[in-house]
Nanobody
Framework: VQLQASGGGLVQPGGSLRLSCAASGSIFSIKFMGWYRQAPGKQRELVALIRSADNTNYADSVKGRFTISRDNAKNTVDLQMKSLKPEDTAVYYC?????????WGQGTLVTVSS
């Protein structure tokens, strides 16, 4: 099973983007799904996690601006990003965690610049 992330691109400050991550096959016993990002010269960091619709976690830097959602039937996880800032520029990776293993997507580049 592979994860395919999409939706990245160039956007102006204050703009919006929606990232999507889809699995090529079925994934069972999912513990959580999430999005991470890695800016140039920095370590990969957590952006948002979702265990269920009412069980989510966000990095402080994105709270109120980003929303994570998942579709259990399709094994997809999306990240709606609003009010984007230059400091949101990074490669965004999706992750699906199951007991004993992590699936990672290939990353999608988000560039916030005027």
């Amino acid at each position: 099973v592979q994860l395919q992330a999409s939706g990245g691109g160039l956007v102006q400050p204050g703009g919006s983007l929606r990232l999507s991550c889809a699995a090529s096959g079925s994934i069972f016993s999912i513990k959580f799904m999430g999005w991470y990002r890695q800016a140039p010269g920095k370590q990969r960091e957590l952006v948002a996690l979702i265990r269920s619709a009412d069980n989510t976690n966000y990095a402080d830097s994105v709270k109120g601006r980003f929303t994570i959602s998942r579709d259990n039937a399709k094994n997809t996880v999306d990240l709606q990003m609003k009010s984007l800032k230059p400091e949101d520029t990074a490669v965004y990776y999706c992750r699906v965690a199951v007991p004993g293993y992590d699936y990672w997507g290939q990353g999608t580049l988000v560039t916030v610049s005027s």
